[in-house]
């Protein structure tokens, strides 16, 4: 018997030890569908266009709890196409019926010109584009609690494919100056000079660009992550991760690629096509990019609660741009010899002639118009913050915040051809150089204060105060602002275009006191159950403006050196601002002047402050609730409630008529009533 006992013992304790451990399983999935055609008004009716685009995309979510640990495992596929086309696409060749020779023949890039004048509006007709994008994710998350602390470790792996047709300039683009009509002049203002070249037939400056036709790009790109969430004490919390980022630029499915390879001291350049060896720099890979693989991105946070309604709250992270890749590679593929770039400019000695611009043998060897340093780095982009929170009375909150972020590796994108007589490299087109060696930094403290929701009544409001300065207003490929001065790039250091001084913002939000447990019409009737359940909400924006740069828009000498609009104007020191700003005259434009003939303008970028906005919008909504699971909601929303008028585009181009003056405004009062029934 004892021994029977003894065997049921370790019996019991084995069918206790094999029990099945609690595992729950839960399988989400989703079907995303959006599809948009619109019509593309111009400022010329008869070059409007059409565009469309659709999206789908297919989320699937595993989670696994077993035992302490928790499994997440997401797969995601998404594919979206976006599509542009003008009037005359597949309809009528405007470009080659009107006798200009060397444009593109296809159809699909049939259209009109783009005709860019020193003071008239240029004219653009629409570029055509076909795209669809396709991405194929799997991503996993292992989270499982250690005493005080939650950690969590996982990765992802994304591969991506694009496939695009896009001629941005199959038709031509040309620049008209008045160089001619002056008597070789190199006057920077227009006076009419500039229409009168074109009635004569002759821009100063002939581009073209199209081809190669269809391309398919693909990429790849991996992380994986550590985390730990330590609440070390009831008062001390951390937050402690480490980030690694892999990615491998585009590369092109038939090697359709090409960069170029130049000197060190930019004194002579060659083309280079996918796995090639450049004579200056050596071997490139085939995506004619080298990888950049030191992305170790560190984050940590803390919550310190100082004192009973205190906290104090601090963190520091590094991010990385991951979308420079795909724009860099959409360029490198319009490039000869499996696409068409053509660059050409015309002297009072030696004109061109808008319908012979492209036919005549080019002198240059090299007209390639695009080239990326292969040694091109991520953007990285480290934030600190710091930030203060009070409580007051249990109803009130107020706190601080301040942040600063510092960004290196970020686009320059240069002429390094082009110098104050003209190109400098003989036998090589105008051409645009990418590199990483631009910086930024941003100082902005916030100061907030919110009353939270008594009796139905809650409101609060944020001043911010920033100052943003950078040489290079973006962390992805594809910049479009060119560096006045390839030999100074000092000089392109000022505010950041998104750059706004001061903000404030406040928001209430409210329940009409109308209905049961409310102060009035509680006792049911007609009247309660039409106003019950209200809820108000309102937020006012107020933000002072954006800063321009002051510029030289087609002026002759500019586009002898193969550009346009990248000269920024002469300042003289006066004030910029004006007392009494007005939509004719928003600042000083006496302070500005045309630079003199081969002389780079001494203005800052971007120090011009355009104009500020004030907005008040509201929201009025209701819950009808009809019994069990079943609601119908009601919400009207206002945008610009009071109707306040807002400038918006400003003309900072000198030699422009409507230089000074501002240009558009901002939307008008607009509403929208909402019906959704929920069951």
């Given at each position: 018997g004892g021994g029977g006992g003894r065997a049921g013992g370790a019996g019991g304790r084995g069918a206790r030890g094999n029990q099945p451990q609690r595992t729950s399983v839960t399988l989400n999935a989703q079907l995303q569908?959006?599809?948009?055609?619109?019509?593309?008004?111009?400022?010329?009716?008869?070059?409007?266009?059409?565009?469309?685009?659709?999206?789908?995309?297919?989320?699937?979510a595993l989670n696994i709890a077993h035992r302490r640990n928790l499994h997440n495992v997401n797969v995601i596929f998404s594919r979206t196409s976006n599509a542009s086309s003008g009037q005359y696409a597949f309809v009528e060749?405007?470009?080659?019926?009107?006798?200009?020779?060397?444009?593109?023949?296809?159809?699909?890039?049939?259209?009109?010109?783009t005709l860019t004048f020193s003071s008239l509006s240029s004219v653009r007709d629409v570029a055509p584009s076909e795209r669809e994008d396709q991405r194929v994710s799997l991503a996993y998350t292992l989270t499982r609690p250690w005493r005080n602390h939650?950690?969590?470790?996982?990765?992802?792996?994304?591969?991506?494919?694009?496939?695009?047709?896009?001629?941005?300039?199959?038709?031509?683009?040309?620049?008209?100056?008045?160089?001619?009509?002056?008597?070789?002049?190199?006057?920077?203002?227009?006076?009419?000079?500039?229409f009168a070249d074109f009635l004569l037939g002759m821009p100063q400056q002939a581009t073209l660009q199209y081809g190669p036709g269809n391309v398919v790009m693909k990429g790849r790109s991996m992380s994986l992550f550590l985390q730990d969430d330590w609440r070390k004490n009831a008062a001390l919390t951390f937050n402690l991760g480490l980030r690694y980022e892999l990615l491998?630029?585009?590369?092109?499915?038939?090697?359709?690629?090409v960069n170029l390879d130049v000197a060190p001291d930019f004194t002579a350049v060659a083309p280079v096509l996918s796995g090639q060896t450049g004579p200056f720099s050596g071997a490139f890979p085939a995506a004619l990019l080298r990888a950049d693989t030191n992305n170790i991105a560190p984050r940590v946070g803390f919550a310190w609660r100082a004192a009973r309604a205190t906290v104090v709250r601090g963190g520091y992270g590094i991010s990385y741009n991951s979308g420079a890749y795909a724009n860099i590679a959409r360029q490198m593929v319009g490039q000869p010899p499996f696409a068409v770039t053509d660059t050409r400019l015309g002297t009072a000695l030696a004109p061109l002639a808008l319908s012979t611009a492209f036919t005549t043998p080019s002198p240059?060897?090299?007209?390639?118009?695009?080239?990326?340093?292969?040694?091109?780095?991520?953007?990285?982009?480290?934030?600190?913050n710091a930030d203060l929170s009070r409580d007051f009375r249990e109803v009130w909150n107020l706190g601080a915040n301040y942040t600063y972020t510092r960004g290196r590796s970020l686009d320059i994108v240069r002429a390094p051809n082009r110098g104050p007589e003209g190109l400098r490299i003989d036998g090589v087109q105008p051409f645009l150089w990418q590199t990483s060696e631009g910086g930024s930094e941003l100082n902005a403290v916030?100061?907030?204060?919110?009353?939270?929701?008594?009796?139905?009544?809650?409101?609060?409001?944020?001043?911010?105060?920033?100052?943003?300065?950078?040489?290079?207003?973006?962390?992805?490929?594809?910049?479009?602002?060119?560096?006045?001065?390839?030999?100074?790039?000092?000089?392109?250091?000022?505010?950041?275009?998104?750059?706004?001084?001061?903000?404030?913002?406040?928001?209430?939000?409210?329940?009409?006191?109308?209905?049961?447990?409310?102060?009035?019409?509680?006792?049911?009737?007609?009247?309660?159950?039409?106003?019950?359940?209200?809820?108000?909400?309102?937020?006012?924006?107020?933000?002072?403006?954006?800063?321009?740069?002051?510029?030289i828009q087609g002026a002759a000498a500019d586009v002898a050196r193969g550009t346009t609009g990248t000269l920024r104007a002469d300042y003289n020191g006066e004030p910029i601002r004006v007392n009494d700003p007005t939509i004719d005259v928003f600042f000083n434009t006496g302070a500005f002047s045309v630079p003199a003939t081969g002389a780079f303008g001494s203005a800052s970028r971007n120090m011009i402050i355009g104009p500020g906005s004030r907005q008040l919008d509201a929201q009025f909504s209701r819950d009808l609730r009809m019994g069990r699971t079943r609601v119908l909601s009601f919400q009207l929303n206002a945008s610009n409630l009071l109707n306040m008028v807002n400038y918006s585009a400003l003309d900072t181009v000198v030699n422009s008529p409507t230089f000074g003056q501002v240009l558009s405004v901002r939307p008008m009062r607009s509403m929208q009533a909402n019906i959704r029934f929920r069951f």
């Open positions: 569908y959006r599809r948009n055609d619109n019509e593309q008004n111009n400022l010329f009716p008869t070059l409007g266009g059409r565009t469309s685009g659709s999206a789908l995309t297919v989320p699937l060749d405007v470009a080659g019926n009107a006798g200009i020779a060397g444009v593109a023949a296809d159809p699909f890039a049939w259209g009109v010109p939650t950690l969590r470790a996982g990765g992802d792996f994304r591969m991506d494919r694009a496939s695009s047709r896009t001629d941005s300039n199959a038709r031509g683009a040309f620049v008209f100056t008045g160089l001619y009509s002056s008597g070789g002049l190199a006057s920077a203002r227009g006076g009419g000079l500039d491998w630029p585009f590369s092109e499915g038939d090697d359709r690629m240059s060897t090299t007209t390639n118009s695009y080239g990326v340093d292969k040694n091109y780095a991520l953007g990285v982009v480290q934030t600190w916030a100061f907030r204060a919110r009353r939270r929701p008594v009796r139905g009544l809650g409101f609060g409001a944020t001043y911010t105060l920033a100052k943003s300065r950078d040489n290079a207003s973006t962390i992805g490929g594809g910049g479009t602002v060119v560096a006045q001065d390839d030999q100074n790039l000092a000089a392109e250091w000022g505010l950041s275009s998104f750059d706004r001084r001061h903000q404030l913002s406040a928001d209430v939000s409210a329940e009409l006191p109308f209905g049961q447990n409310r102060p009035w019409l509680n006792n049911g009737g007609f009247w309660a159950k039409l106003l019950e359940n209200w809820r108000v909400s309102t937020s006012f924006t107020w933000q002072s403006g954006t800063p321009y740069t002051p510029r």
